[in-house]
Nanobody
Framework: QVQLVESGGGLVQPGGSLRLSCVAS????????MGWYRQAPGKQRELVAL???????TYADFVEGRFTISRDDLRNTVLLQMSRLQPEDTAVYYC????????WGQGTQVTVSS
């Protein structure tokens, strides 16, 4: 399994921005599809965005152009730049790595509140 370490969560006001970062401990990082998921209290974990080894991206409908996922294969890092955050974006955000198997990070809390 791949160890994933997320950072960048926190408290932000509505309309604000945050950048989440996830570093993966694998020499095969470039072979992984990397994704961000989130789970709000009382709700199921859901996909936010993912990026394939070729750089293709997929976003959940609720993103509506507000978030951008990117990867840096030299630094084994996947980023999620989030802007125009709303209270409904409040959740624990998890990094995911998939290549044959799946690995999850420990999660980072994002709270959007005034």
């Amino acid at each position: 399994q791949v160890q994933l370490v997320e950072s960048g969560g926190g408290l932000v006001q509505p309309g604000g921005s945050l950048r989440l970062s996830c570093v993966a401990s694998t020499i095969y990082f470039r072979m992984y599809t990397m994704g961000w998921y989130r789970q709000a209290p009382g709700k199921q974990r859901e996909l936010v965005a993912l990026v394939t080894p070729t750089g293709s991206t997929t976003y959940a409908d609720f993103v509506e152009g507000r978030f951008t996922i990117s990867r840096d294969d030299l630094r084994n890092t996947v980023l999620l730049q989030m802007s125009r955050l709303q209270p409904e974006d409040t959740a624990v955000y998890y990094c995911n790595a998939e290549y044959i198997n799946q690995s999850w990070g420990q999660g980072t809390q994002v709270t959007v509140s005034s």
